[in-house]
């Protein structure tokens, strides 16, 4: 959706309802990461660096064909894959701390 802002409020309030989007999206996100730490039998799954780099391919090519730049889609996406691999790997040790219960 493209549209032509008139003034510097405009701009701001579609940033603002974006950003509404985008933190929904990432607490959606976050849920499921949280998810994640039960099926990891150890850290090394958690960091994943394989993974980590799937996913990098894989949004650098989703910026491309949506128009976005490469570039800031990766560093974004870096920056936000490292906070949710440390909320992961508490939740991963949180889990290991709890007691298992008995069959």
Do not use: N, W
């Amino acid at each position: 959706m493209e549209v032509d802002c008139q003034s510097l409020t405009q701009v701001r309030a579609h940033i603002d309802r974006l950003d509404r989007q985008l933190v929904a999206l990432l607490a959606e996100r976050g849920a499921f990461v949280a998810q994640a730490a039960r099926f990891k039998s150890d850290t090394d799954e958690v960091r994943a660096p394989q993974r980590v780099e799937q996913v990098i391919a894989k949004v650098r090519e989703l910026s491309r064909e949506l128009g976005a730049d490469p570039e800031v889609t990766e560093q974004v996406y870096r920056s936000m894959i490292a906070a949710f691999i440390r909320a992961e790997l508490a939740e991963h040790a949180a889990l290991a701390q709890r007691p298992t219960e008995p069959q």
